[in-house]
């Protein structure tokens, strides 16, 4: 008897609990909404802020501004022709005439693979083999001839990789390292802030593959195309 | 949950006391329907919770980051116009509750702009609502706030911002206090601006604007040394005909056009019909060429001698004293031997040359602001022989510049756009001449800058090729002065395969020492065409190559005698 009795009791609670449940969950599920229409708005809030920042980056560094800081201060002119490097044939050209000791005719030859195979010990004297100095100006052309080893003629572009990657000038072996081979024109500016650039990630990217520069047999790999390098680039 | 506990409580009693059945099925009815209430009201809310707020909060029409106004951008999606928020003060002389007189003094050193007398005034007079200041700083407000007068307001309203000023400015136009566009870009593109569902993405002007920068600062820097009356420069794509700067001087600040001088409003690039003089003669040369008329470089054409047409002498400044061949007629710009290549063209084929290449319609752009050419009714000998080196025929330096584009693009004549056009999206435009003509006329515009009127235009690496234009100007009482010229530059370049025409017209320069006191085109605008190129040049993606040229080596012993 009393058990029946409670037990209507029971379900008015159990009920009661249910309904409460229920509705604390409706509240749950509310507050979380404004919780986020909150972090949406902010969201908003940051949106308009950047906005508002670029705009005013933007009109305080308008082009008129920069051409009259560029005037007054920075006197920066475009470049001219001589400015530009066609190829990297002329770039290695280009390095030896920076070079004030250098004759006006330092040859620029091609490098056949025999350079490679010749190999390690050699390199090193190149300046760049020596990591900490990136603008020491060598003492010597750059570009290490050893064309009258080369076998076929007819693969130039081939044999200039395999030279880049062993001897030539860093900016070079960058320059080179994101093209395939072929007649491609790398066209780059060059001032010395970017050769020098150029060669510090030149010289990075090797230390990075100290192995493979060992090999011989690297000449041939360094003559496809290389999806990993191209990606670094 | 209330109403449950006090409902529990008579049917604990009623265990103690029993009653007759009915009420208990009763008292039982009217709990179960409690209960059953009860559930469904959290029923009924978890669904109304469901269905109502669950959707995407906000909308898109209270999509707070959807400018009032479309942002327009140069083709690289550099910001040009946006809109932006501004703080606006404003003055409710009702809510005013301090001293007036204290409250204007405050006023006056804030905002000098008015007087004391002034804001006073403004407080006494019993309107609602008076604007102090609109797109005011953010230090304004805060000092103005600081007052702490109730009657001073503030809002933020949107206001259309043009980040980089003077830059563009006729092309981009400006909007009204409404936020309307008036004149310009603005103006033209109205609609797409205010379009809710497209607005939030901006639109993409075909200007760029380094180029834009680099063209009004040479323009500028040049009209100021030679105290020109204005100048207009354009740039234009000759394979899509989109206009990557177009620059008029002097210029005006869109922020505040209505501050700006009148005459400033004025865009010459496509307001402006001006004779551009000899800047004419490759079109007459070209058409000669397809009309048969001019069959070989080698032709030669009388210049020896002054032309006697009525009242009218058409004479060369320097007098060659025989016959020319075509690329000495346009190495020395000769107006007798150019005249006669007209004469054999005749009338009717000068007209419908002119015509293919529009120049008598108002000018092929977007911008509401263009004129319409002067385009003679009459087409007399005289007529005739002056219009081939561009007396009589008035156009705008835009059509000039659309001209060039098809006289060196490989003949095609195409409307300029000043909307960005995708990569392959070109208009198909219009065959004028062929390809050999147009070859043929890129050797010569070449020759002219290497060999003739054109030095001062050459870019060192770029093969710029172009031609010289000084037509002296129609003064106020109807006649022309000699001294008053209209000096104009017409190039593209580089030569050996055209990318960009670059039009640059001096509009009454006066010289100085640079120019040794000549106010013809050589000295005037040609200068300016290779400054802008040699900076734009590297921008649009030439690369200067002084290993290259156009192919003029058959052509060179035919102007042997280009000495001087």
């Avoid at chain 2, 497209?198 to 834009?212: C, F, M």
Wanted: glycine residues 8%; contains cysteine; charged residues 20%.
């Amino acid at each position: 008897m009393i058990a029946r009795s409670f037990k209507s009791v029971v379900w008015v609670a159990g009920i009661g609990g249910a309904a409460l449940g229920c509705y604390m969950l409706s509240l749950q599920v509310a507050a979380e909404r404004a919780e986020l229409a909150g972090v949406e708005q902010r969201i908003v809030r940051a949106r308009q802020a950047i906005r508002d920042l670029q705009t005013e980056l933007g009109t305080r560094g308008r082009l008129s501004q920069l051409e009259q800081w560029n005037s007054e201060v920075l006197a920066l002119s475009s470049p001219v022709a001589g400015q530009f490097v066609e190829s990297e044939l002329v770039l290695a050209r280009l390095e030896t005439r920076s070079n004030g000791e250098l004759a006006e005719g330092a040859p620029v030859r091609m490098a056949s693979a025999e350079t490679v195979a010749t190999a390690p010990a050699p390199q090193v004297r190149n300046a760049a083999a020596a990591p900490p100095a990136p603008s020491a100006a060598p003492q010597r052309p750059q570009v290490r001839t050893a064309s009258a080893a080369a076998p076929s003629p007819a693969v130039p572009a081939v044999r200039r990789a395999s030279l880049s990657e062993a001897t030539a000038p860093p900016a070079v072996a960058r320059a080179r390292a994101g093209t395939p081979p072929g007649p491609t024109r790398a066209v780059s500016l060059l001032d010395e802030r970017t050769a020098r650039e150029l060669g510090e990630a030149s010289r990075a990217e090797r230390r990075r593959a100290p192995a493979a520069a060992a090999r011989p047999e690297r000449t041939t790999a360094a003559t496809a195309p290389r999806p990993d390098r191209a990606a670094k680039d | 949950m209330a109403t449950l506990a006090a409902r529990s409580e008579p049917f604990g009693a009623a265990l103690e006391r029993p009653q007759p059945l009915a009420i208990t099925y009763q008292r039982l009815m009217v709990m179960l329907l409690i209960f059953a209430g009860v559930t469904f009201l959290i029923v009924a809310r978890l669904m109304f919770l469901q269905v109502f707020t669950d959707r995407a909060p906000g909308g898109a029409a209270a999509n707070p980051l959807l400018p009032a106004r479309g942002d327009i951008v140069d083709r690289n999606g550099v910001p040009l116009a946006r809109t932006i928020d501004a703080w606006t003060v404003g003055l409710r002389p009702g809510d005013i509750i301090g001293d007036p007189a204290e409250v204007a003094a405050r006023l006056a050193a804030l905002m000098p702009e008015r007087s004391e007398a002034q804001y006073r005034a403004m407080i006494a007079s019993g309107r609602t609502f008076i604007y102090l200041r609109r797109r005011a700083l953010p230090e304004l407000v805060e000092a103005a706030n600081a007052i702490g007068e109730p009657g001073i307001v503030f809002s933020r309203e949107p206001e259309r911002l043009y980040p980089q000023t003077a830059l563009a400015g006729h092309v981009l136009g400006w909007t009204d206090m409404e936020g309307h566009g008036v004149a310009g870009m603005e103006r033209v593109l109205e609609e797409r601006l205010l379009d809710p569902a497209r607005r939030g993405e901006p639109v993409a002007l075909s200007i760029d604007s380094r180029v834009q920068a680099a063209m009004e600062s040479e323009l500028a820097s040049s009209v100021t040394a030679m105290s020109a009356e204005g100048g207009t420069g354009i740039v234009l794509d000759v394979r899509t005909g989109e206009i990557v700067a177009m620059a008029s001087a002097p210029t005006f600040n869109p922020n505040d056009a209505g501050a700006a001088n009148p005459a400033a409003l004025y865009n010459r690039a496509t307001m402006g019909v001006y004779e551009l003089g000899s800047a004419f003669k490759p079109i007459t040369i070209a058409a000669a060429m397809e009309a048969g008329v001019v069959t070989s470089p080698a032709q030669r054409w009388d210049a020896a001698s002054p032309i006697q047409i009525g009242r009218f002498q058409i004479g060369d400044d320097h007098p060659l004293g025989r016959a020319i061949t075509v690329p000495e007629l346009l190495v020395h710009s000769s107006n007798i031997a150019t005249a006669h290549v007209s004469d054999a063209m005749g009338a009717e084929r000068m007209q419908q040359a002119f015509r293919n290449l529009g120049f008598d319609e108002p000018a092929h752009i977007e911008l509401a602001e263009r004129a319409r050419p002067i385009w003679p009714d009459d087409w007399g000998r005289a007529r005739v022989l002056t219009s081939g080196f561009g007396h009589g025929v008035a156009i705008t330096p835009l059509h000039l510049a659309s001209a060039y584009a098809a006289l060196v693009n490989g003949g095609t004549w195409r409307p300029a756009t000043l909307l960005r056009v995708a990569p392959g999206q070109a208009a198909p435009g219009r065959r004028v001449y062929s390809e050999a003509t147009s070859f043929r006329m890129r050797q010569y515009l070449r020759m002219i800058v290497t060999h003739g009127t054109g030095r001062r235009a050459e870019a060192a690496g770029f093969r710029v090729g172009g031609k010289t234009g000084t037509a002296e100007k129609v003064s106020a009482s109807g006649g022309y002065s000699r001294r008053v010229n209209v000096s104009t530059f017409a190039a593209a370049f580089p030569m050996d395969e055209p990318r960009y025409v670059v039009v640059v017209m001096m509009d009454a320069p006066r010289g100085n020492e640079e120019t040794h006191f000549l106010t013809t085109a050589a000295w005037t605008a040609a200068p300016v065409v290779s400054r802008v190129i040699a900076r734009a040049g590297p921008l649009l993606g030439i690369i200067p190559d002084a290993a290259r040229d156009i192919d003029t080596s058959e052509l060179i012993p035919l102007v042997a005698a280009a000495e001087h």
